[in-house]
């Protein structure tokens, strides 16, 4: 496991009747267990669970059931491994409620990728002793950033305060380095060096001053949103994908050349891409996007609400359009997305929640399914929010995969996301780090978070 991976031990614990306690056995019988591992699914297993990890999976009536266990009759069910969200924003207005949400919708780990660090270390207390629910969190604290930007983060204008920016976040305790858009090449190149000195991880967006390959061969553990990532289009395509808004160059730009052979040069140094696609369907559809229609309004509060007007505000004066133009432009980030897995680069799901059109939990099986839609096979899609986290965090010994000895880190399906990546959303229980949360537990939490959101 890497050492930098603390969250590793962090337990999940569900206060209340419908949960069962971690000193429960949990038995399933009768599913269809999805592993993982590069084997294909095994029919009409028993899964037995106990003190926190998988502790067997034969065929029925193989296995002894302990004494006292909670049974579930999974005839019918498929059982995969507990997805994460690999970039995420907690410390916001009502964010140890929406850790929840995380959970509900079998969300069992994140990575938080600019955060208050002494309330993540507050709530991951309050998660191990059981009177907060929420996901495994591995944080960063606040990023490293060579420009101003209205949220918390340690300005970096020189090399000399770039070591020093992440001798302070070594001394905070965080779990890695990010870092922003705006560094200098002489920050950058000191921040990657000053890292690589302590063995230690650093991942974020991708300056400007810096290109793809650059970053991926200097150690760049994970880039975030596609930012330098142009798309793959016909020459005749150009003009018709032009933005018809300033705001729609975020989604990116047409290569000038063939980018594919500069892909396969950052797959070949193992960095992962993050593309949160998610997060930048309201840009493409503008002007038809309207704010706060999201159907998971009802969790958000009035408090974070404010907070995401402010970090994105919706332009005006949109041209009529700008949505037909930006709709082409994020179909070729989608499909993006399918060329970069053909050239050999690792994918992570990520959702930029609680952004616009990303919410907690929810949002992660919208990211999956565009995975699909980019060219990924359900399956293939499944390995970015399940085994390359767990790859990405150095933990393939404990997550990831549903085998014997692995943490029971679960969710319980009602239809089979191999055929259809959207049957991800049909949950049935989750079990976070052996705790079964059942249906009657996933509708409370739910209830709880809206009316936590209420004025």
């Known amino acids: 496991m890497g050492r930098w991976f603390l969250a590793f031990v962090i337990c999940v614990a569900v206060a209340g009747s419908t949960a069962v306690a971690q000193s429960v056995p949990i038995v399933i019988t009768g599913v269809t267990v999805i592993p993982m591992n590069g084997h294909a699914p095994l029919a009409d297993r028993t899964v037995v669970i106990e003190n926190r990890h998988i502790t067997a999976i034969r065929e029925r009536g193989r296995v002894a059931i302990p004494r006292d266990a909670a049974v579930i009759d999974g005839t019918g069910n498929f059982l995969i491994p507990g997805l994460w969200d690999m970039h995420v924003h907690t410390t916001v207005p009502g964010g140890d409620v929406l850790l929840s949400l995380y959970v509900v919708n079998g969300v ?5 990728m ?46 000399e305060a770039a070591r020093a920016g992440v001798d302070s976040l070594a001394r905070l305790g965080v779990d890695f380095v990010k870092i922003h ?7 950058y190149f000191a921040i990657a060096d000053e890292v690589r000195k302590r063995h230690w991880v650093y ?34 395509e150009a003009a018709a994908l032009a933005p018809a808004h300033p705001i729609q160059r975020f989604l990116g730009a047409c290569a000038a050349t063939d980018p594919r052979e500069s892909f396969r040069a950052v797959g070949r140094t193992g960095a992962w891409v993050t593309p949160t696609l998610v997060v930048n369907y309201p840009v493409a559809t503008l002007p038809d996007t309207v704010f706060g229609s ?22 005006r004066n949109v041209p009529p359009e700008a ?7 994020f179909a070729k980030r989608v499909a993006l997305v399918g060329i970069l897995h053909q050239a050999g680069v690792a994918l992570m799901t990520g959702t930029d929640a609680p952004g616009f059109n990303a919410f907690p939990g929810f949002s992660l099986h919208d990211e999956l399914a565009l995975f699909v839609d980019g060219g990924l096979t359900p399956l293939e899609a499944l390995r970015t929010a399940t085994v390359e986290p767990a ?24 239809g089979n996301p191999l055929a259809d990546i959207h049957n991800t959303r049909r949950i049935a229980a989750v079990i976070a780090n052996g705790r079964l949360i059942d ?15 209420r004025p």
């Not at 955060?115 to 996901?135: C, E, M, Y």
């Open 108 to 112: 069992t780990g994140v990575r938080d």
């Open 114 to 159: 600019n955060d208050s660090f002494p309330l993540v270390k507050q709530w991951r207390s309050q998660i191990a002793n059981g009177t907060l629910v929420g996901p495994r969190l591995v944080a960063s604290g606040p990023y490293l950033e060579g420009g101003f930007v209205p949220i918390p983060h340690i300005a970096v204008r020189t090399p």
């Open 181 to 187: 858009n705006r560094l200098s090449r002489a920050s």
């Open 203 to 236: 991942a974020g967006h991708l300056p400007d001053s810096v290109t793809i390959v650059e970053a991926a061969e200097a150690g760049q553990r994970s880039l975030e949103h596609l930012f330098g990532f142009p798309s793959v289009c016909a020459e005749s």
């Open 294 to 315: 999201d159907s998971t309004n009802r969790y958000r509060s009035p408090a974070l609400l404010r907070l995401q007007k402010m970090m994105m505000t919706m332009p």
């Open 323 to 329: 949505g037909i133009v930006g709709r082409r432009i």
């Open 391 to 414: 790859r990405y965090l150095g933990a393939t010994d404990s997550l990831g995969t549903v085998e014997p000895g692995k943490l029971a880190d679960l969710v319980l399906l009602d």
């Open 439 to 453: 249906a009657k537990a996933r509708r409370s939490l739910l209830e709880a978070a809206e009316a936590a959101a």
